[in-house]
C-alpha cells in the first residue's frame, strides 16, 4: 500500500430513515462544507475501529458496523486519501457538536440540498436515491462487499477489489471461495500489467484461470465464461507482446463484469 495514501473511516449512520451529516469548521480545510463523520485511521487500528472510535470523539455516540459500502479515493496534490465507507447502526448517545461545527439528520432525497465537496457528489446522488437503505442493504442476493469488489474492479481500482473481496475469501468455504479468489487473482493480475511485471500478471492470470475452471459457467450471478473469454484476449496480447512490449497492450481492453442482481 503507498505511503502517499491517507486512510481515513467514515460512517453512514442511519436512524429512522435519515443519514447523519456533519458540518466542517470554518477554520478547516474545506471549511462550511457538510461530510460524513469520521476520521483518519490510526497505525493500530482497525478501519472499523477508527470509525467507532472517531465518532465516539467527535459527535459523542456509540454506532455499530453494519456492512463495509464503498471505498473513495481522492487525489490531492501533496497526498491521495482513500476514504472507507461503513454503514452503521445508532446504538447510544445524542450526537454533540464537539469537532464539528453543525451536524444534521436528513432524509435521503434532501442530501443534495447540502454543501458536500464536489468529489462528493456522485456518492450524494447515489444516497438520495432511495430511503430504505437498512432493509434494502440487510436484503440483498449477494454480500455487499462482493458487489462492491466488482465496482471497484469495473473502475479500474484493482487492488482495492483485491482488498474488498480478501475479507469475504478468508471465512469462505467451498465454490463461494475459489469465486472471490478468482476474481482477487485477476485483480492483482491485472496490477501487475499496469506496474510492468509481466512474469507477475501472467502468473496471477494463470492461477485465477484454474479457479475458474473448478466454477460452473455462471456463479454468483456472474458469467463467469464470457468474462474469461474476453480476458483471456487482452492477457494473450499481453503474453505476445513480452516484457519490453508489454506497456503497448491498451488496458482499456480490460473486460467490466456486469453487476449481479
Same mark, same amino acid.
Given at each position: 500500500?503507498?505511503?502517499?495514501?491517507?486512510?481515513?473511516?467514515?460512517?453512514?449512520?442511519?436512524?429512522?430513515? *435519515?443519514?447523519?451529516?456533519?458540518?466542517?469548521?470554518?477554520?478547516?480545510?474545506?471549511?462550511?462544507? @457538510?461530510?460524513? !463523520?469520521?476520521?483518519?485511521?490510526? !497505525?493500530?487500528?482497525?478501519?472499523? &475501529?477508527?470509525?467507532?472510535?472517531?465518532?465516539? &470523539?467527535?459527535?459523542?455516540?456509540?454506532?455499530?458496523?453494519? $456492512?463495509?459500502? #464503498?471505498?473513495?479515493?481522492? $487525489?490531492?496534490?501533496?497526498?491521495?486519501?482513500?476514504?472507507?465507507?461503513?454503514?452503521?447502526?445508532?446504538?447510544?448517545?445524542? %450526537?454533540?457538536?464537539?469537532?464539528?461545527?453543525?451536524?444534521? @439528520?436528513?432524509? %435521503? *432525497?434532501?442530501?443534495?440540498?447540502? *454543501?458536500?465537496?464536489?468529489? +462528493?457528489?456522485?456518492?450524494? $446522488?447515489?444516497?438520495?436515491? #432511495? +430511503?430504505?437503505?437498512?432493509? /434494502?442493504?440487510?436484503?440483498? *442476493?449477494? !454480500?455487499?462487499?462482493?458487489?462492491?469488489?466488482? #465496482?471497484?474492479?469495473?473502475?479500474?481500482?484493482?487492488? &482495492?477489489?483485491?482488498?474488498?473481496?480478501?475479507?469475504?475469501? /478468508?471465512?469462505?468455504? +467451498?465454490? +463461494? =471461495?475459489?469465486?472471490?479468489?478468482?476474481?482477487?487473482?485477476?485483480?492483482?493480475?491485472?496490477? /501487475?500489467?499496469?506496474? &510492468?511485471? @509481466?512474469?507477475?500478471?501472467?502468473?496471477?492470470?494463470?492461477?485465477?484461470?484454474?479457479?475458474?475452471?473448478?466454477? !460452473?459457467?455462471?456463479?454468483?450471478?456472474?458469467?463467469? =465464461?464470457?468474462?474469461?473469454?474476453?480476458?483471456?484476449?487482452?492477457?494473450?496480447?499481453?503474453?505476445?507482446?513480452?516484457?519490453?512490449?508489454? =506497456?503497448?497492450?491498451?488496458? =482499456?481492453?480490460?473486460?467490466?463484469? %456486469?453487476?449481479?442482481?
Amino acid at each position: 500500500m503507498s505511503q502517499n495514501i491517507l486512510e481515513v473511516g467514515a460512517a453512514l449512520v442511519f436512524k429512522e430513515g *435519515k443519514f447523519l451529516i456533519t458540518q466542517r469548521k470554518d477554520d478547516d480545510s474545506f471549511g462550511g462544507f @457538510w461530510e460524513l !463523520p469520521g476520521g483518519k485511521k490510526e !497505525p493500530t487500528e482497525s478501519l472499523e &475501529e477508527c470509525v467507532i472510535r472517531e465518532l465516539k &470523539e467527535e459527535l459523542d455516540i456509540e454506532v455499530e458496523i453494519k $456492512h463495509f459500502f #464503498r471505498i473513495l479515493t481522492y $487525489h490531492y496534490p501533496q497526498r491521495s486519501v482513500r476514504l472507507n465507507i461503513f454503514f452503521c447502526s445508532h446504538k447510544s448517545g445524542e %450526537p454533540k457538536t464537539i469537532e464539528c461545527q453543525a451536524l444534521a @439528520w436528513v432524509v %435521503p *432525497k434532501d442530501m443534495p440540498n447540502y *454543501k458536500f465537496p464536489e468529489a +462528493d457528489q456522485t456518492l450524494i $446522488h447515489e444516497l438520495s436515491q #432511495r +430511503d430504505d437503505w437498512d432493509t /434494502h442493504l440487510a436484503n440483498l *442476493k449477494y !454480500p455487499h462487499e462482493y458487489l462492491e469488489g466488482i #465496482r471497484l474492479f469495473n473502475s479500474g481500482a484493482y487492488f &482495492e477489489c483485491h482488498e474488498m473481496l480478501e475479507d469475504l475469501w /478468508h471465512p469462505s468455504k +467451498d465454490l +463461494d =471461495r475459489l469465486h472471490y479468489q478468482g476474481i482477487i487473482q485477476a485483480a492483482i493480475a491485472v496490477e /501487475h500489467f499496469r506496474k &510492468e511485471n @509481466w512474469t507477475g500478471a501472467l502468473g496471477l492470470y494463470q492461477k485465477a484461470c484454474e479457479k475458474w475452471s473448478q466454477l !460452473p459457467p455462471e456463479y454468483m450471478g456472474m458469467n463467469i =465464461r464470457v468474462f474469461k473469454e474476453k480476458l483471456d484476449i487482452f492477457f494473450d496480447q499481453v503474453q505476445k507482446a513480452g516484457q519490453v512490449g508489454m =506497456r503497448a497492450v491498451d488496458i =482499456r481492453q480490460i473486460p467490466k463484469i %456486469p453487476l449481479p442482481e
